[in-house]
């Protein structure tokens, strides 16, 4: 059946082998020019850390380069996981559910090439970073470590996906993708957690059987996938292939919230009662019930998604975790990601009534005080996150009560670069295309994805020259309440939020 699906899929293509071997080779260089760079890049740092370059030039709590490298590995192979978790990694198109899943035949050689494919993609993808990571942790890196280390890191990736894949031969897709989200989470407490402790600077000496090992029992979990790939549900295999399909050409489109809203969506439907907040809209009188109501709705749809609030408590520690690095550089980019990062699921309302702005068409609200009313909550919750942002970066370098108020004061900034970016328009293929090595993209590309950082990176600028100067003054909190303000005009005027 798959023989003649391929036979039948080739003779309809309206490509030939042409454009195969194209794709192929845009694909390996776009993998060697990404290796080389990280090789280099891993080179260079390893370097100074073996000739003592890399001693701390500030007093207090230090993170090791060499710990940094490691985090960001560990963050790399549990996003790999999470990532895998949410689009399967087993799973079928609509088309091949419709016609193969009816069929009597064998389901374990029907469902081998899908319950393989990523976890071999992932062994190409790890075993670059794997070889950079002994580039900077070892101390005499020969070509023996290098290859162990690619080894090792192709294993550690492929196991990333497939320990997701076993989860889902057991129905248990959700827990993964929680205990990934969880792991995530937890590696900046886990930073700031090694640099208090003064760990000592961590020395890579990889035994060549340790690289056997690791891909003996990655091959062992494919074995098991393979026998297990039956049990995966029809359901399971539709969903996942449907997620996978829509992040696809969400990826192909460039278009950055229909990506994020594929891999986030949650294809288990809870039916809950009405909540009290819903309930508490009819309070206000008949003029602000409409306000109350889309209010509610946004703070609601908030306060039951706890991934969004546990990235908001998350990315509000990693300032702190920057602060150990011997540099300031790090913290500014802790701030702008993570502030980003954290604001970004509070706009989950704004993206949703993009798609589908029925509760808004119903609401007795112009096009103006929907869009007024929509950056309620994302603004709230900035400000929160600004402020207890604030307060950790004051109780580490002095000065809480000025760090809380440049915070409260700043963290809007976010929010309104949230709100901005999801009501960016999608990207118009019919303009103009230009040709880049990873494909054709529309002309105004790089504007459209600016929208809504481009807000931050203004906006919060007070905070970022306080973070790299000497701590908040006098004269950059008036400065970063007009320019917040500003920010807020700004997004609510982007955009519309009604249908035309």
């Not at 005499?140 to 894949?165: H, I, Y």
Request: charged share 10%; net charge positive.
């Amino acid at each position: 059946m798959r023989g003649w699906t391929r036979r039948r899929a080739r003779a309809r293509s309206v490509h030939g082998l042409g454009a195969l071997l194209e794709d192929l080779y845009t694909a390996l260089l776009a993998f060697a020019m990404t290796a080389a760079s990280l090789l280099s890049v891993a080179e260079d740092l390893g370097a100074d850390l073996r000739v003592g370059r890399g001693a701390p030039v500030v007093d207090g709590p230090f993170l090791d380069p060499g710990w940094i490298a490691v985090l960001l590995a560990a963050a790399g192979v549990v996003a790999l996981a999470g990532l895998a978790a949410r689009t399967g990694p087993v799973s079928l198109t609509w088309a091949q559910s419709a016609w193969w899943l009816p069929l009597p035949v064998d389901r374990r050689t029907l469902l081998r090439p899908a319950a393989l494919r990523w976890p071999a993609v992932a062994a190409v993808l790890g075993a670059a970073p794997g070889a950079g990571l002994v580039l900077v942790l070892a101390a005499r890196p020969d070509a023996t470590a290098l290859a162990c280390g690619a080894v090792l890191g192709a294993a550690t990736a492929a196991a990333a996906v497939l320990l997701p894949a076993l989860a889902q031969t057991a129905g248990a897709e959700q827990a993964a993708r929680r205990v990934a989200d969880t792991a995530l989470a937890a590696l900046p407490l886990a930073g700031v957690l090694v640099a208090v402790l003064a760990v000592p600077r961590l020395v890579l000496s990889v035994p060549p059987a340790l690289p056997v090992l690791v891909v003996l029992a990655t091959c062992g979990a494919a074995f098991a996938v393979d026998v297990l790939s039956p049990m995966v549900r029809d359901r399971s295999l539709r969903e996942h292939g449907d997620t996978t399909g829509q992040a696809h050409l969400a990826l192909l489109s460039l278009d950055l919230g229909g990506l994020s809203a594929a891999l986030s969506a949650q294809r288990r439907v809870r039916v809950r009662p009405v909540s009290r907040l819903l309930a508490a809209s009819r309070w206000p009188t008949a003029r602000w019930r409409a306000p109350a109501a889309l209010v509610c709705a946004d703070l609601l749809l908030l306060l039951r998604t706890p991934r969004a609030l546990l990235r908001l408590a998350v990315t509000a520690c990693l300032p702190v975790a920057a602060l150990a690095a011997p540099s300031p550089w790090p913290v500014v980019l802790a701030v702008l990601v993570g502030g980003y990062a954290g604001a970004a699921p509070t706009a989950a309302a704004v993206r949703a009534a993009q798609l589908c702005p029925a509760l808004d068409a119903l609401l007795p609200l112009g096009d103006a005080a929907v869009r007024a009313h929509r950056m309620v909550v994302p603004v709230a919750a900035t400000a929160l996150w600004g402020a207890a942002a604030g307060a950790l970066l004051g109780l580490s370098t002095g000065g809480v009560g000025e760090w809380v108020l440049l915070g409260a004061l700043a963290g809007p900034v976010w929010g309104a670069a949230a709100v901005r970016a999801a009501r960016r328009p999608a990207p118009d293929f019919a303009r103009p295309l230009i040709a880049t090595p990873m494909g054709a993209v529309p002309t105004g590309l790089g504007a459209a994805l600016a929208t809504g950082p481009d807000v931050a990176l203004v906006g919060a600028l007070p905070m970022l020259l306080a973070l790299v100067g000497s701590g908040p003054s006098p004269l950059l909190v008036p400065v970063q309440a007009v320019l917040t303000v500003l920010a807020l005009l700004v997004a609510a005027a982007t955009g519309s939020s009604r249908p035309r």
